[in-house]
């Protein structure tokens, strides 16, 4: 039997021609398996190659499925922002177009999760990436400990994959679009809100090295600038 909860699930990215196809066809099959109600919100952030055509191809040959197009390159965490705010079901999912979240994982936790829990953050036990993505990672791992102690507490892992209740989203919408701090706002945010986060460790399922842009000087700088202003927010208690 099919489960009654409803489902989004946002799938953002750019430039992914060569692995869009076969990540709509896999998330869209086990969500047609296991749930009644759910959607597929394809985001594509403002390709220049044939990754919009190839979404929209697929959202004419099955129901359920959404385009958002961004008409100017907004980055991964801007477009699964946007992606968030669009979604109408219980709760809400995104995942990279190289599905860094299993599809099979990403059914089990949706199914398993407690109805008490708003946020399901999800902490990869494995990741392989370049030297100096690994470098940026654990510095930006060292400054969100030291500018947030309180918050990160329990949730060492923040920037992979979460899953939200709907209805909590608009209560923890960040200020951040930098690449780095969307997902960590969002996630203090909930826990200042009195939200119920729990955390949880999956296995990344991407084998490949990843490189991304999140080490980007530019993204880096970026991030910093959010971090710094939440924190000042959180001190005079105007976040």
Not at 55 to 71: C, D, G, T
Not at 214 to 238: A, E, Q, S, T, V
Request: proline content about 5%.
């Amino acid at each position: 039997m099919k489960s009654q909860k409803s489902v989004s699930v946002i799938l953002a990215g750019y430039n992914e021609e060569m692995n869009i196809e076969k990540s709509m066809n896999l998330l869209y099959q086990m969500l047609d398996e296991k749930f009644e109600r759910f959607e597929l919100i394809l985001v594509d952030d403002a390709s220049n190659d044939s990754t919009l055509e190839k979404m929209n191809y697929f959202a004419k040959e099955h129901i359920n499925v959404r385009i958002l197009p961004n008409y100017v390159n907004l980055n991964f965490g801007t477009a699964v922002l946007r992606g968030l705010c669009a979604s109408n079901y219980e709760y809400v999912v995104f995942n990279a177009c190289d599905l860094p979240l299993a599809p099979d994982d990403m059914v089990n936790l949706l199914l398993e999760m407690e109805p008490d829990t708003d946020v399901l953050v999800l902490e990869r036990t494995s990741y392989k990436t370049t030297k100096w993505r690994g470098i940026t990672s654990d510095v930006n791992k060292l400054l969100l400990k030291c500018l947030f102690p309180r918050l990160m507490k329990g949730t060492p892992v923040l920037n992979f994959v979460q899953i939200y209740k709907k209805e909590t989203i608009k209560k923890i919408l960040p200020l951040a679009r930098s690449p780095i701090f969307v997902w960590p706002e969002l996630i203090f945010r909930a826990k200042l809100a009195g939200l119920k986060v729990k955390n949880i460790p999956v296995k990344c399922n991407v084998e490949n090295l990843r490189k991304g842009s999140f080490g980007h000087p530019h993204d880096i700088i970026w991030g910093i600038y959010d971090m710094l202003r939440f924190r000042i927010r959180l001190w005079r208690k105007n976040y």
